[in-house]
């Protein structure tokens, strides 16, 4: 089954409510939410005050995507604030187990992402611990990139990696996924589409999501 996770970094945050609730009633399965440093990644976004605020009105599966130095740090209070999933790159350094642990032990589920030009065999050792595992299509940090093409072999290889294991775990793509590219991902492997302005950049966020769902299909 494929899912949808539309990402609120292209939303309207004026209207940030009201987009959300747009693509829920379109039957998107999770809400993508990208919370940035400034030093992880070059942009600036959110906190839990907005994962707070969204998670009375919602019952999408709020996924977290922490592009942050020292995730370890925060974990709790995303998780405090509504997250149900925490995702935290392998290349933020620290304890990568450590955090992992903290977020199971937390009661949320856990992701960890790898940016484009990163090698899989680095999420080895801790693939048994994971909820999902994040493939970044794109270099993180802005919203309306172009797809990595060359991301696309990995998508296959962490399939393998999960099949050999017998391990559930979804994978996720983010970057790039539009109704061009969703088919390519899904064809690959992937379980789980992240989408920015190819949902929140439309007109119609919700014609937008199922115009996606179709597009990914036919993967």
Known sequence: MIKLA???????FAALLEDVMMVEEAGAEYLHIDVMDGRFVPNIT????????????????????????RPELHVESFINA???????????????????????E??????????????????????SMVDLVLLMTVN???????????????????????????LKAEIQVDGGINN??????????ADVLVAGSAIFGRKDPAAAVRELRKAALRG
């Open 6 to 12: 539309p990402s609120i970094l292209s939303a309207n």
């Open 46 to 69: 959110i906190g839990p005050l907005v994962v707070e605020a969204l998670r009375s009105r919602c019952t999408m599966l709020f996924d977290v995507h922490l592009m942050i130095e």
């Open 82 to 104: 509504g997250a149900d999933l925490v995702t935290v790159h392998v290349e933020s350094g620290g304890h990568l187990h450590r955090t992992l642990s903290l977020i199971r």
């Open 106 to 127: 937390k009661g949320a589920r856990a992701g960890v992402a790898l940016n484009p030009a990163t090698h899989p065999s680095s999420i080895e050792y801790v693939l």
């Open 140 to 166: 993180p940090g802005f919203g309306g990139q172009s797809l990595i093409p060359e991301v696309l072999p990995k998508i296959k290889a962490v399939k393998g990696m999960l099949e050999e294991r017998g």
């Open 180 to 189: 061009s590219t969703a088919a390519a991902v899904t064809k690959a492997g």
